[in-house]
């Protein structure tokens, strides 16, 4: 069965902590891994896709990347901003990972 | 241009009564798909539409159902609704290149509450 998790549940961290989010998935023909953000009471935003092992992506202080098994969303000096729920999804079976809440204390 | 509209916003119904949820996604967007977001379970995908057909089916009971039409736009119904079923419904548009769902554009979600 395909599956997507993400790890940590929850993460607090103080402004320009940098740190990493996981999703790690077990599917069968991977056709993308994405990653949203979601603020509280708005649907998900798209951030990044990835396709294939070894691939990256940046935008502003989120860097994705991608291995064969899992995902990593790192957030480097983050700011109190950056504070919501990330996402990941297997684009290939619409399964999203139940999602990372980030707080970011300033 | 437009986003992703869902309507209603908020609602709210009793046990055992039925609720149509609506979806217009972005204009040139074949693909609808369907989720119920709750704190304790996460976004769960309900199904997906393409060019009136569904595509997928996620694992809920046949109380949810859901139909596109020829503009695209979409619906969803859940009949003898219960109180499990409160939650946030989020639809999502793709443009669905190559027959991969692709990057997904949500709405800002119809909340449920059943009373």
């Known amino acids: 069965e395909d599956q997507v998790t993400q790890s940590p549940e929850a993460l607090r961290l103080q402004e320009g902590e940098s740190s990493s989010l996981n999703c790690s998935y077990t599917?069968?023909?991977?056709?993308?891994l994405f990653w949203y953000r979601q603020d509280p009471g708005k649907g998900p935003e798209f951030l990044f896709t990835l396709y294939s092992a070894g691939e990256e992506k940046e935008k502003e202080r989120l860097k994705a990347t991608l291995t064969k098994k899992e995902s990593f969303l790192h957030i480097t000096a983050p700011k109190p901003e950056d504070s919501a729920t990330y996402l990941c999804e297997n684009g290939n079976k619409l399964v999203f990972g139940a999602g990372t809440i980030l707080r970011v204390k300033s | 241009k437009a986003g992703v509209t869902q309507t209603p916003r908020y609602l709210i119904k009793t046990r055992g009564q039925q609720v149509t949820l609506s979806c217009s996604p972005i204009s040139g967007h074949r693909s609808v798909s369907w989720y119920q977001q709750t704190p304790g379970q996460g976004l769960q995908f309900l199904f997906e539409?393409?060019?009136?057909?569904?595509?997928n089916k996620g694992n809920f009971p046949g109380r949810f159902s859901g139909r596109q039409f020829s503009n695209s736009r979409s619906e969803m119904n859940v009949s003898t609704l219960e109180l499990g079923d409160s939650a946030l419904y989020l639809c999502?548009?793709?443009?669905?290149?190559?027959?991969?769902?692709?990057?997904?554009?949500f709405g800002e979600g119809s909340r449920l509450t059943v009373l």
């Open positions: 999502a548009s793709s443009l669905n290149r190559g027959g991969d769902t692709g990057e997904l554009f």
């Open positions: 539409y393409f060019s009136e057909t569904q595509r």
């Open positions: 599917v069968s023909g991977l056709r993308g």
